[in-house]
């Protein structure tokens, strides 16, 4: 028993036998106490952190004579002489001239100098946060080179680094105090919708690229760390009030309103606690594009037309009128007809809100670094998606619950995240079930169809009428009766549909999906410091699919899964420190595929006398496993059929579509039924249909898709001048997407016969299946970025971006990579923090190259777009506040980053944060 005691005690690193006590305190030039500054012992793992008032007591083994370094996010480093015991120290932390001098953790898990990770890092600090021009700090995060934000929405921005975005970013992970952000069933992160409050944040960095050997499956192209202040070193009240407009040539100039709370209180030195709560409410950019991306230049007058932000005109069908009038062929001729849709913004809410609380209780038992955290967090926001449609996200909730052990050495969480879409609902299906509630789909195509026939042939009038007219008089007949918007017969249908959640009447989807992941990491430095630092760690995660068949084939009850990983890092200095190594190495395997193996190397060699130039180089090979979505999705989208490919899932869908005159006649049934397993083994190519040559195409399962990635990067620190550039080049290996085919109802795509004539009569449907390519698919880019002290005190910054896409799509028609990034970026920033005496300024320049969109909602080019954003502060040190007058697009040059959402506007405010 002793020795296991001994044992535990050892592995916790609590120093049983200390010799040494160092006092003291850290402070800025101000004077001003650093709060949760570290203080170690050079050459150990043995330290501390300064208390709220930048208090500090460090206990050790070791005998004097030795140094301690003290580091604090946002200052430059000091070290003091330590030469005999109970010395009392005063530190003063000078504010960092660049960032290359900040602290950074998440890169290799441990601290280390941003100038000296072993990869890319892009950091967003305190200092960041209070000076950011954007509306919110994570709009301020767009300005870091390399990042990329899509903006869905008022609420919903989408991060992305090297390529390869979607709003629905499944390759880009976010942790929020080590809690995995993503929604689990809709399998992304919605931005900040649900996640921190400014006034929680303590630092936010970003590691480019993949980091699978140390993160797992979800950090494939890049991953975000967002960390909260601790309760034991930054206690009190703060608040901040936010308010102003959103301004928008579409929705025109509405209020915006932002606030929120932070209360932080340590009782002893054993027990604190904190909360948070914020408010945001906004008029969300309204989509109006009328365009017919399918017949460019066609209006309502067009029998197909079938507008952007324009739902239920999708549906649609080929009418032979000659057929159905029994005339000879080319009497009337036939025309492909839509139905009459609706405006987006007679079906989607577009007032954006979020509301977001937590609590946390932290408990040191020992009053030393041994802690035990528990942190639950809730969110609730209205939004709007786009995904395989656009999605009113109301009242949707995530939650997150987490029980965290923790010391210098070790930690070991465990939570889990539940989502409840609430009122959640799919505009596209609202739009179309609307109308089948005046008017059923074959009451209005034969209604169409009869009026265009006897318009035509003159009956009644003895006057035939051209097409034009006839078409117009066909759609006026046939859409008697349609709810108009506004009235109470189209609330009633409105509210009746998108409460309903089977999509054959409704538009409503459910989905109370859960996440359950532990994790845990040990850092044994205090055991092999004289050899090198080794970690190791793991984790395990289980997903339940829970949305009653709404969006997966969960009608019977949740599906569950799960999936596993450990890793190994170990890092060492050689060559008096100069030259740093890290290699890591992790396995993962998930329940439906073999195990992967994730290897991580990298040396970065720091040079030049007063070691300002750091060289970096690493490899490493990643991979990312399918989502919730690709393997247990079976989701009708309107415009084709959503299958996931999990084994198991291809006879769990099952559909009935009705058959054309035609097909009856050949099946005998008047319906077909549809098992998901065709449209993976019984289908033609999509592209060989439209090119005329039909070709069956059986499509593979899903299957993990891998990376390797190989960086070169330099950094240097000219006095008060840094230069931080990198390239990269990506190599893919069953690089999952999409395809699109289409399933006969009846026969055997290839049998040259009846299948045939299934897409003859128009007897098939369209289905969007998930595998990966076969093709070889790179990207490579390089980014570089100038960040300095001018004029004195202001600070200046320039950086560049270029992405590149390397795949041949003429050679595979069918495959989309949805690649949907710019080749050429472009962004600057302009301040000071201390103008004069508390005043400060920031502007904020970004430049974007225009390209192309791709995704399942909608394909198009992206033009080229700037935008400046701009604030002014003030602080009013007798009452602990800061004044901010700001805004983002303060030109109000509108743009877009995706095809379908409505145009970005601008946004200015003026906001009030006390005791920031």
Known sequence: MRTTLLLFFLLLGFGMHAQTTVQGTVKDEAGEPVPGANIIIIGTTTGTVSDFDGNFTLAASQNPPFVIRVTSIGYTEVTAQITSNNQTVAIVLQEAQTLLDEIVVSASRTPERLFESPVSVERFGLKEIKNTAAESFYGGLQNLKGVDINTNSLTFQSINTRGFATFANTRFLQLVDGMDNSAPGLNFVLGNLVGMSELEVQSIE?????????????????????????????????????????????????????????????????????????????????????????????????????????????????????????????????????????????????????????????????????????????????????????????????????????????????????????????????????????????????????????????????????????????????????????????????????????????????????????????????LTKDFAEIQIGGSFREYVLNSNGTIFTDLDGPISYNEYGAYMQLQKKLLEERLKFTGSVRYDKNQFFDGFFSPRVSLAYTAGEKRNHNIRISAQQGFRNPTTQDLFIGLNAGRAILVG??????????????????????????????????????????????????????????????????????????????????????????????????VPFYGQAGDNGLSLLALQNGDFFAYQNYTNSQADINSYGATVGVDMKILGNFDLGVNYTYAELDFDQAAFPDFRTNFNTPNHKVKASFGNTELFENFGFKVNYRWSD?????????????????????????????????????????????????????????????????NP
């Open 850 to 914: 225009t390209y192309f969109w791709q995704a399942t909602f909608a394909d198009g080019d992206i033009p080229s777009y700037s935008v400046l954003d701009a604030q002014i502060n003030y602080a009013v040190p007798d009452i602990k506040s800061v004044f901010k007058v700001g805004g983002s697009n303060i030109l109000g040059e509108e743009y877009f980053s995706a095809v379908g959402t409505g145009a970005v506007g601008s946004i200015f405010y003026v906001s009030w944060t006390v």
């Open 645 to 742: 490919s999990a084994p198991d899932n291809l006879d769990r869908d099952i559909r009935t579509f009705p058959v054309s005159t035609s097909g009856q006649a050949i099946t005998g049934s008047s319906t077909a039924t549809v098992v998901g397993r065709a449209a993976y083994e019984n289908a033609f190519s999509l592209a060989s249909v439209n090119a005329g040559t039909p070709t069956a195409v059986n499509t593979p399962l899903v299957q993990p898709e891998e990376i390797t990635a190989y960086e070169l990067g330099y950094r240097a620190q000219l006095g008060k001048v840094a230069v931080d550039l990198s390239g990269y080049y990506n190599q893919y290996t069953n690089f999952i997407s999409n395809t699109t085919v289409l």
């Open 206 to 526: 970003i590691l480019p690229g993949a980091s699978s050997a140390l993160y797992g499956a979800g950090a494939f192209n890049g991953i975000l760390f967002m960390t909260s202040k601790s309760p034991f070193d930054f206690q009190g009240i703060s608040a901040y009030f936010k308010t102003g407009i959103t301004s928008q040539e579409a929705a025109g100039d509405n209020n915006y309103y932002d606030f929120g709370i932070r209360a932080a209180h340590a009782f002893s030195d054993k027990l604190a606690v904190k909360a948070n709560f914020s408010f945001l409410k906004g008029e969300d950019w309204h989509a109006n594009s009328t365009v017919d991306l399918n017949n460019p230049g066609a209006d309502r007058t067009n029998p197909a037309y079938d507008g952007l932000n324009v739902y239920g005109d999708e549906v649609s069908t080929l009418l032979n009128f000659d057929a159905l009038a029994g005339l000879p062929s080319g009497t009337v001729g036939s025309a492909v007809v839509s139905r009459t849709g609706y405006d987006e913004i007679d079906l989607a809410n577009y007032s954006a809100e979020s509301v977001k609380t937590d609590f946390s209780v932290y408990y040191r038992p020992f009053a030393d670094d041994f802690e035990i955290i528990y942190n639950g967090r809730i969110g609730r926001g209205n939004t709007l998606y786009q995904g395989a449609n656009r999605y009113s996200i109301k009242n949707f909730i995530l939650q997150q619950h987490k029980l965290e052990f923790r010391n210098d050495n070790f930690f070991l969480r465990g939570y889990i995240t539940s989502e409840g879409s609430g009122d959640s609902y799919d505009t596209r299906f609202a739009a179309i079930n609307v109308n089948r509630r005046w008017k059923g789909d074959t009451q209005w195509f034969t209604e169409y169809a009869q009026t265009y026939i006897g318009a035509r042939l003159g009956v009644g009038t003895g006057v035939p009428l051209d097409e034009d007219t006839a078409h117009a008089l066909a759609r006026q007949a046939a859409d008697t009766g349609r709810f108009v918007p506004g009235t109470p017969q189209f609330q009633n249908a409105f509210n009746a549909v998108i409460n309903d959640g089977d999509l054959t009447t409704g538009a409503k989807f459910i989905d109370n999906t859960q996440l359950r992941h532990v994790n845990g990491n040990y850092n044994f430095s205090h």
